[in-house]
Structures are given as C-alpha cells and as structure tokens.
Nanobody, 121 residues
Framework: QVQLVESGGGLVQAGGSLRLSCAVSGNPFRINTIGWYRQGPGQQRELVAVISSGDSTNYANSVKDRFTISRDNAGNTVFLQMNSLKPEDTAVYYC???????????????WGQGTQVTVSS
C-alpha cells in the first residue's frame, strides 16, 4: 500500500530554517511529480513547490529564493529545505504525489497526513 510519510516540521523563530522530508512507501512502479502544499489558518491549500521525475522544479512566488525542493537518487523521498522563514510561512505542510502504483495502473494523487510548521516573530 502506498503511503506518504512526512517529517521535519516544528517551531522555529523568524529567519530560521527547517527541512521537511516525505518518504513514499509501498515501492510503487513510478512516482511522477511530487511536492509540497500548505494550508495556513483560515486559508486555502496552496502549492509551495513541486519536482518532476525529470527534476524540473516549480515554486510559489512567495517562497522562491528561500525554499529548495529536491529528491533522493531513488526518487522515493522528497525534501523541502526552508530558509529565511517568515511568520506567514506558518501552516500545515502536506506532501503530494502523482503515483502510478503498478505498470497497468493509472496515475493517482496521494496526500500525506501533514506536518505543522510554526514560525514565531
């Protein structure tokens, strides 16, 4: 069974750094795009950063030059390095992936359970 397991959230002061990780379990056939979304208090969920199977990346304008997304060589774990954090980065961060579980399966979207990031001023 495919699952996305996140880790690395926490409390940090403004200007600090955190690194989020998301590991895909279940050994799926193919992981296409994988990335991070976030949902702040009273806000809609929004894209933060995504990376494709070919390692092309896309970032929200609000995090460009501060956040870096990467994946390990096997492609099963994605990282989000967050630097120069601001109070407005406070949110629950969700891992998201487009995964094809088997050769004959179609691509589906999977979500992690979310990890809280709190940035104090």
């Amino acid at each position: 069974q495919v699952q996305l397991v996140e880790s690395g959230g926490g409390l940090v002061q403004a200007g600090g750094s955190l690194r989020l990780s998301c590991a895909v379990s279940g050994n799926p056939f193919r992981i296409n795009t994988i990335g991070w979304y976030r949902q702040g208090p009273g806000q809609q969920r929004e894209l933060v950063a995504v990376i494709s199977s070919g390692d092309s990346t896309n970032y929200a304008n609000s995090v460009k030059d501060r956040f870096t997304i990467s994946r390990d060589n096997a492609g099963n774990t994605v990282f989000l390095q967050m630097n120069s954090l601001k109070p407005e980065d406070t949110a629950v961060y969700y891992c998201n992936a487009a995964i094809r579980v088997t050769l004959t399966d179609y691509t589906r979207t999977y979500w992690g359970q979310g990890t809280q990031v709190t940035v104090s001023s």
